[in-house]
Structures are given as structure tokens and as C-alpha cells.
């Protein structure tokens, strides 16, 4: 059994984990528990399907097609709000599950998923950086029929695009080094170990989350 503190929020840690995250979920696995990462993960599950449906809403010429049905934006984005929370359960289920069959780890499903859940505010925040990148930078260019462009909107489409690569680049690859810190921390196992176990719990959960989807006719914006 894992030593714990009195459980609490550890906002400080939240913060630490930006840029020290070996430090931060080291204390967070002394000082937090499930529920308190859950609500964090409700919390900004909310946020984030809110933000998707207003882009959605926002952008339905530039992305093809008509979001003036309120009540169907709505219902999507209850699913969407759902698809999150089972895909986090599965990919914390199934990092732990990964870390200890495969990289000799504890198996801690419960830390995991405490950890984890303290990764899942920033995944938001970036989600939203790009979304709103990718709403400044289109806005006004009709995406389904890109060859009636013009040459100074092809410029400005190209330049955006990149800039939202470069920033979905770096943005990824730092919230990997953090999620495969918690994941190593909750388990006993080295950073790398961590990072596979979290690339094949992504791909379970996305799995997950494609088959959900699948069954949706409108999509929310860029889903999340």
C-alpha cells in the first residue's frame, strides 16, 4: 500500500508539473487520491466540450456543415463530455495494466488514474491553444473548396497550418514526458517504460473513443 498524507488537491503540484513533473507526481502520489483527480477531470471535460461545441458553432460554414440545430449540438456534446471520461478510465486501466505485464511495474490502477488525472487540465489547455489557433488562423476560408483560394489566402493557410504543427508538435511531445512521468511514478517503472505503456493505453482508448463516434452523424468541432 502506497503511504498517503491526507488527501487534497495539491494545485501547486498541478502547476509543478509544467516543468518539473519527476517532482510533482512524486508528491501528488504522497498527497492525492482518485476522486480528487476525477473531479478534475470532470471539470475540464466540461470545459473542453464546451469550447469544442462553441468553435463547432462558430465555425460550421468554414468546416462544412450547418450547426444551427441546437438541440443535436447539444446531445453531441453530452456524448462527447462521456467519450472522455470512459477514454481516460481505459487508458489509466490499461497503463497499468501495460506497465506491470509488460515493464515488471506495480499495476496501480487507482494511482494511475490520480496522476494521470492531474495530466488531463494541460491536455485541455493545449487542445484549446490549437483549437483557437486553428479558428484565428481559418477563419473566413472556405476548407471544402480550397482550390477557390487565393494565392494570398493559400499563403496565410499555409503559414497557420505550420504554425499549428509546430505547436501540436512540441505541445504532444511535452505532455508525453509528463504523462509517462506519472504513469512511471505510479508504477515503479522507468520514464521510457512509462511512455510505451502510455502510447499503447492511447491506442486503446482511442480505439474506444473511434467506435463511439463512429455511430455519430455530426461531429464537435476538433474532437478532443
Known amino acids: 500500500m502506497q503511504p498517503k498524507h491526507?488527501?487534497?488537491?495539491?494545485l501547486a503540484e498541478l502547476l509543478r508539473a509544467v516543468y518539473s513533473?519527476?517532482?510533482?507526481?512524486?508528491?501528488?502520489?504522497?498527497?492525492?487520491?482518485?476522486?480528487?483527480?476525477l473531479v478534475l477531470v470532470v471539470l475540464f471535460a466540461a470545459i473542453s466540450t464546451v469550447f469544442s461545441v462553441a468553435?463547432?458553432?462558430d465555425m460550421a460554414d468554414v468546416i462544412g456543415y450547418n450547426a444551427s440545430?441546437?438541440?443535436?449540438?447539444?446531445f453531441?456534446?453530452?456524448?462527447?463530455?462521456?467519450?472522455?471520461?470512459?477514454?481516460?478510465?481505459?487508458f489509466a486501466v490499461v497503463a497499468a495494466m501495460v506497465s506491470r505485464e509488460v515493464f515488471g511495474g506495480r499495476g496501480e490502477k487507482g494511482s494511475t488514474m490520480a496522476l494521470?488525472?492531474?495530466?488531463?487540465?494541460?491536455?485541455?489547455?493545449?487542445?484549446?491553444?490549437?483549437?483557437?489557433?486553428f479558428t484565428v488562423g481559418f477563419e473566413g476560408l472556405d476548407l471544402m473548396d480550397v482550390q477557390q483560394w487565393t494565392d494570398a489566402e493559400m499563403g496565410r493557410a499555409i503559414a497557420w497550418g505550420a504554425l499549428l504543427f509546430v505547436v501540436a508538435l512540441v505541445g504532444f511531445i511535452w505532455l508525453l514526458v509528463m504523462v509517462s512521468r506519472a504513469i512511471g511514478v505510479a508504477n515503479d517503472v522507468s520514464m521510457v517504460a512509462g511512455a510505451l505503456s502510455a502510447?499503447?493505453?492511447?491506442?486503446?482508448?482511442?480505439?474506444?473513443?473511434?467506435?463511439?463516434?463512429?455511430?455519430?452523424?455530426?461531429p464537435i468541432g476538433i474532437s478532443f
Do not use: H, K
Not at 201 to 216: F, P, Q, T
Open 6 to 10: 491526507a488527501p487534497r488537491f495539491a
Open 21 to 37: 513533473p519527476m517532482r510533482a507526481f512524486t508528491a501528488l502520489y504522497l498527497s492525492t487520491n482518485v476522486n480528487r483527480a
Open 55 to 57: 468553435v463547432t458553432e
Open 69 to 74: 440545430d441546437a438541440l443535436e449540438l447539444v
Open 76 to 90: 453531441q456534446g453530452i456524448v462527447n463530455w462521456i467519450v472522455i471520461l470512459v477514454s481516460f478510465l481505459i
Open 116 to 133: 494521470v488525472g492531474y495530466c488531463y487540465p494541460w491536455l485541455v489547455l493545449l487542445t484549446i491553444v490549437l483549437l483557437s489557433i
Open 199 to 218: 502510447v499503447l493505453a492511447g491506442a486503446a482508448a482511442g480505439i474506444v473513443s473511434l467506435v463511439v463516434r463512429a455511430v455519430m452523424s455530426l
